[in-house]
């Protein structure tokens, strides 16, 4: 396998249901604000229709550790992941009344990664990198400069592993993959055919291109 896959955003129980039997290894539900937004009780009814094979992560903004928590329990989720410019002090905050993976995104702005972001890769369960939008936390379809962000990488990867965002398509994750070598590349818009509806042949597409698997 080249490299997991995520796909978020997600706002329908069928196509949590089809992530799940294509092979995701991670579905993903935001509640963090957007267009695709869900209450926990709508992201625990979407989660639950991926089944027990698949991760469940819940993406968050700008939430009290005190939201996260309540959301995380009712979704029951697996992973929470911070997307509003978290600091390694936040990632640890959450730690305290969440026992599953923390994810820390790095939303990039031009070719590089932020030097105050070092301290996130040896803090955060995962690393999310992202494009950076001043109008949505994520979910834009923006990609990022991959041979830029390669050479900051190879500078700051730690003990986290690494999720790539940021515009991937069944016709570049490839590529991004070979670039970056990713433990996980993470897909919403790039698989939609409006947002938060997915397309089941972008799906299936997209994750025979980023693991060299047919899907199941």
Request: charged content about 25%; glycine content about 10%; aromatic content about 6%.
């Amino acid at each position: 396998m080249l490299a997991k896959v995520k796909f978020c955003g997600m706002t329908r129980p069928q196509d949590a249901a089809l992530a799940s039997e294509i092979g995701a290894s991670y579905i993903g539900v935001v509640f963090a604000d957007g267009p695709r937004r869900v209450s926990p009780s709508q992201g625990r009814e979407i989660l639950d229709a991926g089944g027990s094979k698949v991760r469940r992560v819940g993406v968050f903004g700008t939430n009290s550790p005190d939201e996260i928590a309540r959301a995380s329990e009712a979704a029951c989720l697996d992973v929470v992941q911070l997307h509003a410019d978290p600091t390694p002090s936040e990632v640890r905050s959450i730690r305290k009344n969440f026992r599953g993976e923390v994810w820390a995104a790095i939303r990039i702005a031009g070719h590089h990664i932020p030097v105050d972001a070092e301290g996130l890769f040896d803090t955060a369960d995962a690393v999310v990198l992202d494009a950076r939008s001043e109008k949505r936390l994520g979910g834009t379809g923006q990609a990022l400069p991959w041979s830029d962000v390669a050479v900051d990488l190879a500078r700051d990867r730690g003990s986290s592993a690494v999720v790539l965002a940021g515009g991937l398509k069944p016709d570049n994750v490839g590529s991004a993959i070979r670039t970056l070598a990713p433990d996980v590349v993470d897909v919403s818009s790039g698989v939609e055919s409006a947002p938060g509806i997915k397309d089941p042949w972008l799906m299936r597409e997209f994750f025979a291109a980023a693991t060299g698997l047919r899907p199941h």
